[in-house]
């Protein structure tokens, strides 16, 4: 089954999604503006999803609801929003869209209250995933993925502050190094990449290493988001040599998919439960790309069982290659961590 006409639609939906993150920024929003535009960002992606597919079965499982743009207070916020949808809707091709009303644009929002779920499809979005990337002008990413039958059949990062060249070495400071990727991959068909401003396509795979010792890896930006000490204790025990590139979002599974690093991991604090739209759309562009995605007893990560993943400890990606010592030291590095305490 091709999923050709949804993956259009999910990287039109994402790519403008990111062209009013990126607008946003240049217009100095107050951070309060800018924190309102992730739901900005989900009612453009959920309108254009369901003007493509209408149907009563239609399903979005996504990160924000409209329960804050409601308040006396958001007034403002709200109407700044709806200003920015509708300037980014009319700037693309689609000319028969009348302008949303700031109605709209709550409901839009509030369609991405699915709970997901193992049967039938289910679109699933982070508006803007690594918010505080977002806000410090870092790394940040619109993901979007479709779940058929439980499992993720396609997905698109727009990772508009990533570097078209490698990130792992990149130079802050050099301007040269042009940013803006989309990523997309569907089941069975490889994944792509190419410039936000559209460039044509080219094919992209996993680091191809079996050597740790020359392989580096990601982790989150924000040591609230995963421990940093455990992830340090593994990288020794691998022999990975040099230090960890740590930025946030989703961006972290395209810059592998591309083969920038070979490791990816995140282990979170005790208590937190993942949720399904900070992973699916990263998961299938590794998966597509040659790697594997699983969590820390080596499970594959399972999206069918509603809004949260609740897996086993923490997510590990790499390539077909390293995955079983990176599986054994993560497990050893557990153990040790535990008795420790
Ligand atoms: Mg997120």
Not at 72 to 92: A, F, M, P, Y
Not at 191 to 200: A, E, K, P, V
Request: hydrophobic letters at 40%; proline letters at 5%.
């Amino acid at each position: 089954m091709s999923y050709n006409k949804q993956l259009d639609a999910a990287k039109k939906a994402a790519s403008l999604a990111a062209r009013l993150c990126q607008v946003s920024l240049l217009r100095l929003l107050s951070p309060f503006s800018r924190i309102g535009l992730l739901k900005g960002s989900q009612a453009i992606v959920s309108f254009i999803l369901e003007k493509e597919f209408p149907s009563v079965s239609f399903s979005l499982v996504a990160e924000e609801d409209s329960g804050d743009l409601r308040k006396e207070e958001s007034k403002e916020t709200l109407h700044r929003i709806t200003e920015l949808v509708n300037e980014t809707l009319s700037g693309d091709e689609i000319s028969d869209i009348s302008p949303l009303s700031e109605e709209d644009i709550l409901i839009a929002i509030d369609k991405g209250k699915s709970e997901g779920g193992p049967r039938g499809q289910h679109w699933v979005l982070d508006p803007i995933d690594g918010t505080k990337g977002f806000l410090r002008g870092d790394q940040y990413a619109i993901a979007l993925a479709l779940l058929d039958e439980g499992k993720v059949v396609l997905g698109v990062l727009a990772c508009p502050n990533l570097p078209l060249g490698s990130v792992a070495f990149h130079d802050r400071s050099n301007p040269g190094n042009e940013v803006g990727c989309l990523f997309f991959a569907q089941v069975d068909a490889g994944t792509y990449m190419q410039s936000l401003d559209g460039s044509s396509p080219t094919k992209v795979h996993v680091s191809p290493t079996d050597n740790p010792e020359e392989a580096s890896f990601f982790e989150s930006f924000e040591a609230a988001h995963s421990m940093h000490d455990l992830t340090s204790m593994i990288a020794r025990k691998l022999g990975v040599k040099a230090p960890p590139v740590r930025i946030d979002s989703q961006a972290k599974y395209g810059a592998l998919s591309r083969g920038d690093g070979a490791i990816y991991l995140r282990f979170p604090h005790k208590g937190y439960r993942e949720k399904i739209w900070d992973h699916a759309a990263g998961y299938i562009v590794v998966a597509e790309a040659g790697g594997i995605a699983a969590d820390a007893s080596g499970n594959p990560l399972d999206f069918s069982r509603g809004r949260y993943l609740d897996l086993d400890t923490g997510i590990i990606v790499t390539n077909q290659k390293l995955m079983p010592s990176l599986l054994k030291a993560v497990q050893e590095s557990i153990k040790e961590k535990i008795s420790s305490l």
